[in-house]
């Protein structure tokens, strides 16, 4: 079988019409195919963190917003989220598909909906803070 092909006189076309982008345009030799976010080990690696004494903290937590902020040594590249962020209701902490227009609460279900209709202002301002969407009046 490789006999008959070598034989014969097929010559195949660098360039195909069929095909839009050519794969020798798309990715030249040594080019990178795309870019490589690196792990958390190689970042850690590369900051040399065991030179580093031990009681000295390298990150911290920040309440009001719930989240660990490294210090600014630290280089953590990586791209930013491409899903929507979820919407949790206030009350149950459920998915909460709909929010309430007059209160800006969210909510799961109509029990959760009568409930938020019932509570007084301050209450409802209270829920909102948690989420850091509180309206401030003066």
């Known amino acids: 079988m490789e006999r008959e092909v070598i034989e014969s006189d097929l010559v195949l076309p660098t360039h195909l019409g069929f095909k839009k982008i050519q794969m020798y345009e798309k990715y030249p030799k040594g080019q990178a195919r795309g870019r490589h976010w690196k792990h958390l ?8 963190y065991q030179n580093y004494p031990p009681d000295v903290p390298n990150c ?9 902020v490294f210090s600014p ?8 989220s491409m899903h ?3 919407r949790i209701c206030d009350i149950t902490g459920f998915e909460a598909p709909y929010y309430d227009p007059r209160t800006n609460l ?8 009568k409930a938020i209709r019932s509570l007084p202002n301050d209450y ?11 309206v401030v009046l003066r």
């Open 73 to 80: 040594d630290i280089n953590i590249e990586s791209p930013p």
């Open 124 to 134: 409802v301002q209270r829920y909102l803070a948690l989420r850091n969407a509180a």
């Open 60 to 68: 911290e937590f920040k309440s009001n917003t719930f989240s660990w």
């Open 84 to 86: 929507p962020c979820k």
């Open 41 to 48: 080990k190689q970042i850690i690696q590369a900051e040399n």
């Open 106 to 113: 969210r909510y799961a279900n109509a029990e959760v909906f």
